[in-house]
């Protein structure tokens, strides 16, 4: 343990190194991924017609939608995991074997590569934030600071949901041909029920109590809901502990999986 | 260092003719076969040998490479490396191993190989002062000098396969598996390669087991040879007793002062080879003497060379004789 740690600052420097050769290819998947942005101009031209009233009681207006999808893009970045295309790929070209000949856990080394894009992420996001802070959906953001912390650690709990499913449905591919088509039902279930296209307070009751049973809604919505202010800190509270026994089934899972499958790996070629 | 003990790895494969009609009947119902591609395989090898790994296409030689780097699960018997089983996958096996593959990379591809050198450091724990003494000694012997600060993808495969190696070299591992580790390389990349691998045996007492399809690499790297062919061992000992029991024969070369015909030169065994001013003949081993002394006696020789059948020959004559003895079987 205290060897992978020594090792995890060299690791994480490498990864950035490598995160700072593919900038470009960032760039390009945060274009792919600014739909929160056109889901904002669809909203803010609808409730400048009228405000949009939700089954809770709460209107939405044009800074509450400008709030939650700015947010909403935001913590898409930073969210954001590729391991489970990696593990396809490399799983079916035989490149794994050279993760596996490595004494450091392959989700380790996995888990590094994708927080090392972080800084650029953040770099990336950060002229969002200050479009936000002056936008109309600025005053529409949380005000209190401990609500904020809980934000913070609704962020690393929804970038842990969304990593470990990633290991997850990569593991798959020990078993499958290809588990990619998997991960396109993820993210299409992903997209409707964490609130990436629409607030799931515009949901109708059955469908967001059916959201709030599953892990989506703590991949995203909830810390763009923190953001957004929607939670009192008790609920707040109750909503990260929920995020977090998402967050260990998933490591549990698919640990469990990925064990499962190195067992069946193929190494093919070479 | 290494015990393998009716070692075996079956796989079950989908199988399928070509066609539309059969992709259309394999959604419904899927056909496996069962490929053995280690079928019960023992042998040992000492601390510091030099093994080569020998076999036609398929036949099982890379599969237990992968099973001994522990990258691969047995389906049955007993691997044992340095004390360790290797699907276990022991953090302390792992430091001690490496496997290079001709074809699969470990080099960060964007990223200069400087970086990966960094990397392994790390991973395999290596102090500073041993990395920069072993990582000054690998771009000193290699040559690899400004090459290991250019991004990977700007390399020759030669210069990659080279930084590679020194890659794979950085934690100084006590067994190293070389599967194809001069594949597409030109000749003399080849050498400095094979010269580099012997030199890293003998300065670092490595156990080194080899598997290439260049008899060259063998021949110049490998004292013992094991042959797999068909998941199953048909030769293991000095590669010197391989060329005696495949092809005792002698192959004599003789070159001429003046054109000497076929006829008079196939008055000392089997010509292999003919042309006007040179001959190459095939004599049994105890006849090389007598049609030596009778080619210098009769015919004008300037020059001659006794040698063993070309590696190749002897190779492809075996794997054709045990092609041969399983059609019979099958028949």
Redo the contacts between chains.
């Keep these: 343990m205290r060897r992978v740690l020594r090792a995890m600052p060299t690791m994480l420097k490498i990864g950035f190194s490598e995160a700072a050769a593919y900038r470009a290819e960032m760039l390009v998947w945060v274009f792919a991924t600014t739909m929160p942005l056109i889901m904002l101009m669809v909203w803010t031209a609808v409730s400048e017609v009228a405000p949009v009233p939700s089954v809770s009681g709460r209107t939405w207006g044009t800074g509450s939608f400008v709030a939650y999808f700015l947010s909403a893009f935001i913590v898409r970045q930073l969210i954001s995991s590729w391991a489970a295309w990696e593990i396809n790929y490399e799983v079916r070209q035989g490149t794994l074997s050279m993760r596996l000949l490595r004494p450091v856990h392959p989700v380790l080394m996995y888990l590094v590569q994708n927080l090392a894009f972080m800084p650029l992420r953040f770099a990336v996001t950060a002229p969002v934030v200050v479009i936000l802070l002056v936008s109309p959906g600025g005053a529409h953001l949380e005000k209190h600071w401990a609500t904020w912390l809980v934000f913070l650690a609704s962020l690393a709990g929804g970038w842990m949901i969304n990593f470990f499913a990633n290991i997850a449905i990569g593991a798959l591919s020990f078993t499958m041909e290809s588990s990619v088509k998997i991960m396109d039902v993820w993210l299409a279930a992903f997209f409707v029920f964490s609130g990436y296209l629409f607030p799931l307070d515009l949901f109708p009751p059955w469908l967001r109590e059916v959201s709030a049973w599953l892990p989506f809604r703590y991949q995203l919505g909830l810390p763009v809901e923190l953001m957004t202010g929607v939670h009192e800190l008790p609920t707040a509270l109750t909503l990260l502990a929920r995020q977090l026994a998402w967050a260990a089934a998933f490591l549990v899972g698919s640990l469990a999986l990925w064990r499962a499958g190195v067992k069946r790996f193929q190494a093919y070629g070479g | 260092m290494i015990r393998v003990r009716a070692l075996q790895k079956h796989?079950r494969v989908h199988k399928r003719p070509p066609g539309f009609s059969a992709a259309m009947k394999a959604i419904f119902r899927r056909q496996y076969t069962w490929v053995k591609a280690v079928d019960g395989i023992d042998f040992d090898i000492e601390p510091g040998e030099r093994v080569g790994f020998l076999g036609p296409n398929g036949a099982g030689k890379?599969t237990t490479l992968?099973i001994l780097?522990?990258?691969?699960?047995p389906t049955a018997g007993e691997v044992e490396v340095d004390g360790h089983v290797p699907r276990k996958?022991e953090?302390a096996l792992?430091?001690k191993?490496?496997?290079v593959?001709?074809?699969?990379?470990?080099l960060?591809w964007?990223?200069p190989p400087a970086?990966t050198f960094?990397?392994?450091?790390?991973?395999?724990?290596v102090p500073r002062a041993e990395f920069h003494k072993r990582v000054g000694e690998l771009i000193e012997l290699l040559e690899l000098g400004e090459l290991i600060t250019k991004?990977t993808r700007q390399l020759s495969l030669g210069e990659r396969m080279k930084c590679e190696l020194a890659a794979a070299l950085v934690h100084g591992p006590k067994v190293l598996f070389l599967?194809?580790p001069t594949i597409g390389l030109d000749v003399s990349m080849q050498v400095v390669m094979r010269d580099f691998i012997r030199r890293y045996n003998e300065q670092h007492g490595a156990t080194l087991i080899l598997t290439s399809h260049y008899m060259d690499d063998v021949a110049a790297l490998c004292p013992r040879v094991i042959v797999i062919d068909k998941g199953q061992l048909s030769f293991d000992g000095s590669l010197e007793s391989l060329v005696q029991r495949v092809r005792p024969e002698k192959r004599v070369t003789l070159r001429f002062s003046r054109p000497v015909s076929k006829e008079d030169v196939s008055t000392l065994g089997t010509v292999v080879k003919h042309e006007a001013a040179e001959a190459v003949i095939q004599v049994p081993q105890d006849g090389v003497n007598a049609a030596v002394s009778r080619a210098l006696g009769s015919l004008p020789v300037h020059d001659l060379n006794v040698e063993n059948a070309p590696l190749e020959e002897v190779m492809s004559e075996l794997f054709s004789r045990s092609r041969a003895a399983r059609e019979a079987e099958a028949a």
């Design positions: 796989y890379t992968k780097s522990g990258l691969l699960h996958r953090v792992l430091k191993i490496m496997l593959m001709g074809q699969k990379q470990q960060l964007d990223l970086e960094e990397l392994n450091r790390a991973i395999y724990d991004p599967d194809e």
